[in-house]
Nanobody, 125 residues
């Protein structure tokens, strides 16, 4: 079992920045790929980006590429999502997730085995 806890959400004006954290505990190891997803009201949960815990390689959705950056601190078992140039359409509940490495399609929700409870991000215009 892996437990994930997100933090860092809040209210920010358009153009501003926020940094989300995802702290992992339990059976953590380097064999996971960690992802960020978000869900706006009335919409399906969508992929934001992921990072390989081992290599640090990242991949992003086109909608956030160039504005969002995922990083991790291995010693703290924590993943981060730095969000810059925020837009009102970035408003959503943001979730972190962990999935075992060696799979395909880390852009898909079904690939992930563990999820956090989510943290609200609201961007005002």
């Amino acid at each position: 079992q892996v437990q994930l806890v997100e933090s860092g959400g809040g209210l920010v004006q358009a153009g501003g920045s926020l940094r989300l954290s995802c702290a992992a505990s339990g059976r953590t190891s380097s064999r996971y790929v960690m992802g960020w997803f978000r869900q706006a009201p009335g919409k399906e949960r969508e992929f934001v980006g992921f990072i390989s815990w081992t290599s640090g390689n990242t991949y992003y959705a086109d909608s956030v590429k160039g504005r969002f950056t995922i990083s991790r601190d291995n010693a703290k078992n924590t993943m981060y999502l730095q969000m810059n140039s925020l837009k009102p359409e970035d408003t959503a509940v943001y979730y972190c997730a962990a999935g075992e490495s060696g799979k395909n399609y880390y852009t898909r929700r079904a690939t992930y085995d563990y999820w956090g409870q989510g943290t609200q991000v609201t961007v005002s215009s």
